[in-house]
């Protein structure tokens, strides 16, 4: 069985050989072994795999007596409605923005929330454990598994009653729905609020979600815009939680963007409930402008679980990630793509051109990525050197600049972020920084 473990979006990987049908059943006992549920709900994105997985969670589940709701091909916001609104927690089959040949399995609550890290681990270890030798229900306490055929209405439904009263009537959107989980949905919601839609992304054939297309390749969505003359371009990723969002002019707008434009118009209506909460990748410049428009911000580590948990502690009701996951937690209990693109496209129908709201909003610090391989992520934790010359960058940055070096929790790599004013200076620092990384954990491949 695969020694797959949660990341910062449930456990992912190559489907079929380090996330096998084996690990998903081990996966589906798993979950109702340490949440005891009566029910549980499966959905899934578009990805070949999907059916294949979803069943076996599900005949996992059933075999530990939980009766199981196929939801079929919902995003994961749906299935996470669907879970807060029926009070018993749910599966997702999905790895997100990864390509087709990729899967992964993520956890939601009764509450429709990702579970602690407490919770996940105690899936972990009763998955590790195989339950080969623990005893199952037989007879009438076996659980059955029941096809849902209306999730997607009921899930539109749920997205149009978090809508505002704002018509988008002559509003031209182009959606890119990453051939994933969204693609016969978004453009619906859209066009019930009275929008001229031109959707792209929207033939999923199991293999072509994330393909060149969605959030991870959003120059598709900004050239798409640009020749249509459309209004507004919101580009979604394979299971939906994630917007990012183009201009008319076609300049790509990310999380950091979104987050400030959202929270900027509910400052002023005087609804924003508090500030915001973002991760420690959002850019220096999204905390200058909160700073200078008197927004609190609340930073945490990365994953849309933290951002959940600490918009519970606070009650404040917006917090994101400069990925495009955005939590509006007065709609919705977990980031949802569709709710953000269409709360978003209302926006610009009350307000005006996006180019218009966002100009001057933020000054975003040039920021640079890089992706370094590496045989074993959890040895970056003991890696002193790593550690110095990170503090000794911090150092050097001062409040120009800022660094940050941790382990993927979806992929083999450790990923580094330098922000700083000057270009050079950020380059050298990551260069630097990336070379300690390859001395310190072998001889991996590097990709910025």
């Known amino acids: 069985m695969a020694p797959l473990s949660f990341g910062t979006d449930g456990v992912r990987g190559l489907a079929n050989d380090e996330l096998t049908p084996e ?3 081990a996966f589906g006992r798993a979950v109702v072994r340490v949440l005891h549920p009566s029910q549980i709900h499966v959905g899934r994105d578009t990805r070949r795999s999907g059916a294949m997985l979803a069943a076996a969670v599900s005949a996992g589940a059933a075999s530990e007596g939980a009766d199981v709701t196929d939801l079929g091909v919902l995003p994961t916001g749906g299935v996470a409605a669907r879970c807060a609104t029926d009070r018993i ?84 959107v182009v959606v890119d729905s990453a051939n994933g989980a969204a693609s016969g949905i978004a453009p619906v919601v859209l066009r019930a609020l009275g929008a001229r839609v031109t959707a792209i992304g929207d033939a999923p054939d199991g293999c072509n979600i994330n393909h060149g297309v969605g959030s991870t390749a959003p120059a598709v969505v900004a050239a798409a815009v640009v020749e249509s003359h459309a209004d507004l371009g919101i580009a979604l990723d394979g299971d939906a ?23 900027m118009d509910a400052h002023a ?3 924003l409930n508090g500030g915001i909460v973002v991760t420690v990748m959002s850019n220096l410049g999204l905390h200058r402008a909160m700073r200078v428009a008197g927004i609190d ?16 502690r606070t009650g404040w009701s917006l917090g994101g990630e400069q990925s495009g ?52 992520t959890g040895a970056l934790a003991d890696a002193a050197e790593v550690w110095l010359h990170v503090e000794k960058s911090r150092a050097a940055l001062g409040e120009h600049g800022r660094v940050l070096v941790r382990a993927s929790g979806t992929e083999p790599m450790v990923r580094i972020m330098v ?13 630097e920084l990336r070379a300690v990384v390859l001395a310190a954990l072998g001889d991996p491949r590097a990709s910025g």
């Open 23 to 25: 690990y998903a059943l």
């Open 297 to 312: 911000v609340v930073e945490v580590p990365l994953g849309d679980r933290h951002v959940a948990e600490a918009l519970e």
């Open 419 to 431: 922000e700083a004013e000057d270009d050079a200076e950020m380059r050298r620092t990551a260069e």
């Open 269 to 271: 209506r005087g609804s």
């Open 89 to 172: 927690p749910g599966v997702v089959v999905s790895a997100s923005h990864n390509q087709f040949e990729d899967n992964g399995l993520k956890v939601l609550s009764a509450k429709g929330a990702k579970l602690a890290a407490a919770v996940e681990s105690e899936i972990e270890r009763e998955v590790a454990r195989g339950l080969a030798t623990m005893t199952r229900p037989t007879g009438a306490h076996v659980g059955v598994v029941r096809r849902d055929d209306a999730p997607v209405d009921t899930y539109v439904g749920s997205l149009l009653a978090a809508a505002t009263p704002t018509r988008l009537d002559g509003l031209h």
């Open 241 to 263: 939680d994630r917007c990012i969002a183009v201009d008319s002019t076609g300049h790509v707008l990310d999380g950091d963007w979104l987050l400030a434009l959202f929270a």
């Open 325 to 376: 996951h955005v939590i509006f937690a007065d709609r919705a209990t977990t980031g949802d793509g569709v709710l953000t693109g269409m709360l978003l496209a209302q926006l610009v129908a009350e307000h005006g051109p996006l180019h218009r709201l966002t100009d001057g909003l933020l000054v975003p610090v040039p920021q640079l990525l890089v992706n370094v391989q590496v045989p074993d």
